[in-house]
């Protein structure tokens, strides 16, 4: 079945699955959502359903679902911005247009993606519209972006839009378990803001989350000077600091405990001094010893 690896954002499945099933293919879509929610695979799994050579679709047998699979299909294309480049070129989008003519080979269609199609030059969506005003009948094209505003209208207008969906937190911590990470907890779901691409992330991160939690549930037991001395992990991690502070910020809240609330605005304090280059070692001492402040004083006096 298509799309069955595929979790969340049934309506955009439903969609898709509809019009391949009832052959009505039409020539652009526009997959839209924020970072990291699946949009890609969506994509490439319907590139995929879309030349199946079978009756019945996405077989994964036929030539053209093989090829796909050895990412050799020539009647696929994905184009994306170049190393290093920010966006994505007139030149590419030429390339493409001089592919899109020759007929399809293996299928009857040709699909081509254009990833981050939100990061296209103006020159470039200029030079697409074109191939949208006007295609080959066997051809489909897919963009995708985060940032639909960065889009001309003129793009937006030719295109099918299929909205994408952040994934519930419930349906992440499934995925995430039955994929990527047993034992995980809810503040490592809530970290991934309902993004497959973060959640891919968790294995990796797991022993530094683990460790912040810790930190942060001992500072209503312990002694200041013993957090301090447990905290080695934020004085040895400068350079992903930024990130190590949104995981304690997601702590505190998920505490929902008003004195650990309170502590997020001190949170948000260090993180914009770091940014602004203060000393390192004495900006990590002193939220450590105001956050101890804030759960402990306030504790001894209820
Ligand atoms: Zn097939």
């Known amino acids: 079945m298509v799309f069955e690896n595929l979790i969340g954002n049934d309506k955009a499945?439903?969609?898709l699955i509809k019009s391949i099933n009832s052959n009505n293919i039409l020539h652009s879509y526009i997959f839209v959502g924020i970072e990291g929610i699946g949009k890609k695979l969506f994509a490439e799994e319907f590139a995929k359903a879309i030349m199946c050579m079978q009756e019945n679709k996405y077989c994964n047998n036929c030539k053209s679902c093989?090829?796909?699979n050895s990412n050799n299909n020539p009647d696929?294309?994905?184009i994306e911005q170049l190393e290093d480049a920010k966006n994505i070129k007139i030149e590419q989008i030429r390339f493409m247009q001089e592919k899109i003519a020759e007929k399809p080979i293996i299928s009857s269609k040709k699909v081509y993606?254009?990833?981050n199609a939100d990061t296209m030059t103006v020159e470039a969506q200029n030079c697409l519209l074109k191939t949208l005003e006007e295609p080959p009948e066997y051809a489909v094209i897919i963009l995708i972006a985060s940032n639909e505003s960065k889009l001309l209208n003129t793009i937006k207008s030719r295109c099918m839009k299929v909205p994408f969906e952040a994934i519930s937190e419930e349906c992440l911590k499934i995925y995430i378990e039955e994929n990527i990470s047993k034992?995980?907890?809810t503040n490592m779901v809530s970290m991934c803001g309902g993004s497959i691409g973060k959640a891919r992330l968790i294995e990796e991160r797991k022993e530094i989350y683990i460790n912040l939690e810790n930190i942060i549930n001992n500072i209503s037991t312990k002694d200041l000077i013993d957090i301090l001395n447990k905290s080695e992990?934020?004085?040895?991690?400068k350079d992903n600091i930024q990130e190590l502070l949104d995981y304690i910020n997601i702590i505190l809240y998920n505490k929902n405990d008003i004195r650990y609330i309170n502590c997020i605005q001190l949170v948000e304090d260090v993180k914009t001094r770091l940014l602004q280059n203060s000393n390192y070692d004495m900006s990590i001492d002193r939220l450590l010893i105001k956050m101890w402040e804030e759960i402990n004083e306030k504790y001894s006096r209820c």
């Open 113 to 115: 993606i254009i990833d």
């Open 76 to 78: 696929y294309m994905k």
């Open 183 to 185: 034992d995980v907890t």
């Open 66 to 68: 093989m090829e796909f």
């Open 233 to 237: 992990i934020l004085y040895k991690s």
């Open 13 to 15: 499945k439903q969609l």
